[in-house]
């Protein structure tokens, strides 16, 4: 099967510009989930989609970033305006179904902000 | 929510030797996965262990699963160069904490 495809691959911008991430997810998958991870650290939960509704976005910073999955099968996730500690690795995933089955992970985007 | 911590945060062994990593966690679980991560890439999901079970075996992967500790464990038997990565555990709600760096030396 196809895996989780993210693009683009590497993004650098300057601060207080606007950034996006796309991710389509594997076929099939109910669950879908964004990651932010800095170096050294590891993934912070941004949002997680359940079809195309939100379960969790407690720790999405909400003033500066969005995210959306419409349809129920790609998700993009916005930064607007982006600040210095934004730069990371920004990771999707995508599971059959919520909580008790296998993640799923892209290769990520890694965001520079400068 | 809660999210499992890993401890060491670094482990630096021999080509050879096992390693052993851990994961707490704070609240009941249904279930616990153990994640690796390569440097520069996505995390690959290595084994889920249900709270009913208390052992699972996949290759030279060992997880054990205390509820009651509310603990597990990943052993890895006779390691290699290519076990060099990051291991992360999550409960259900996918929350990740910081991990372990294994390092195997050749």
């Known amino acids: 099967e196809a895996g989780v495809a993210q693009s683009p691959r590497y993004k650098i911008i300057e601060k207080r510009q606007s950034v996006a991430f796309w991710c389509n997810p594997i076929?099939?998958?109910?669950?879908l989930y964004w990651y932010q991870q800095i170096l050294g650290q590891g993934p912070k939960l941004l949002i997680q989609?359940?079809?195309?509704?939100?379960?969790?976005d407690s720790q999405l910073p909400k003033d500066r970033f969005s995210a959306e999955r419409l349809k129920g099968v790609d998700s993009t996730l916005k930064i607007q305006p982006a600040k210095l500690e934004d730069s990371a690795v920004y990771l999707c995933?995508?599971?059959?179904?919520?909580?008790?089955?296998?993640?799923?992970f892209g290769n990520g985007t890694r965001l520079t902000v400068t | 929510s809660q999210q499992g911590e890993e401890d060491p945060q670094a482990l630096s062994i021999q080509e050879g030797e096992n390693a052993t990593m851990n994961c707490s966690y704070k609240t009941s679980i249904n279930n616990l996965q153990w994640y690796r991560q390569n440097s520069g890439r996505g995390l690959v999901h290595l084994i889920l262990i249900r709270s009913n079970e208390r052992e699972k075996h996949s290759g030279r992967l060992r997880v054990t699963l205390d509820t009651s500790k509310k603990s597990s464990s990943l052993l890895i038997t006779a390691s290699r160069a290519a076990d060099t990565a990051s291991y992360f555990c999550a409960t259900e709600d996918m929350r990740f904490g910081a991990g372990t760096r294994l390092t195997v030396k050749p």
């Open positions: 076929s099939g998958h109910a669950t």
């Open positions: 989609f359940q079809n195309n509704g939100v379960v969790d």
């Open positions: 995933a995508s599971s059959l179904s919520e909580g008790n089955s296998p993640l799923h």
